[in-house]
Nanobody, 126 residues
Framework: QVQLVESGGGLVQAGGSLRLSCAASGSAFSIIPMGWLRQAPGKGRDFVAAISASGASTTYADSVKGRFTISRDNAKNTVYLQMNSLKPEDTAVYYC???????????????????WGQGTQVTVSS
């Protein structure tokens, strides 16, 4: 079972940037598709971005497209989420997770991902 640990969250002003990291245990990381999801206060977990095992293919939620970039370094067993032009509505707990189901063009669901890390809080002030 892959174990995931997120870091890099914090408090930032609107328009600012943060980079989240997710360190994974295990030797199979390089063959595992990964993703980032988030949960805002009082809401369910929403898909943010996903990346293929090789890193060649990425997918984004419409709400973050053009502002967020997902990447990975398989040599370091780490996946990243670079977040630019942050907005107050980006405030949430951000989770990285293993992508188990690829809907091949369909909108990813939170249930497509398992297991999850413990999450890291991102707060964007206006």
């Amino acid at each position: 079972q892959v174990q995931l640990v997120e870091s890099g969250g914090g408090l930032v002003q609107a328009g600012g940037s943060l980079r989240l990291s997710c360190a994974a245990s295990g030797s199979a990381f390089s063959i595992i598709p990964m993703g980032w999801l988030r949960q805002a206060p009082g809401k369910g977990r929403d898909f943010v971005a996903a990346i293929s095992a090789s890193g060649a293919s990425t997918t984004y939620a419409d709400s973050v497209k053009g502002r967020f970039t997902i990447s990975r370094d398989n040599a370091k067993n780490t996946v990243y989420l670079q977040m630019n032009s942050l907005k107050p509505e980006d405030t949430a707990v951000y989770y990285c997770a293993v992508r188990r189901i690829n809907r091949m063009g369909g909108r990813p669901l939170s249930s497509d991902f398992d297991p999850w890390g413990q999450g890291t809080q991102v707060t964007v002030s206006s």
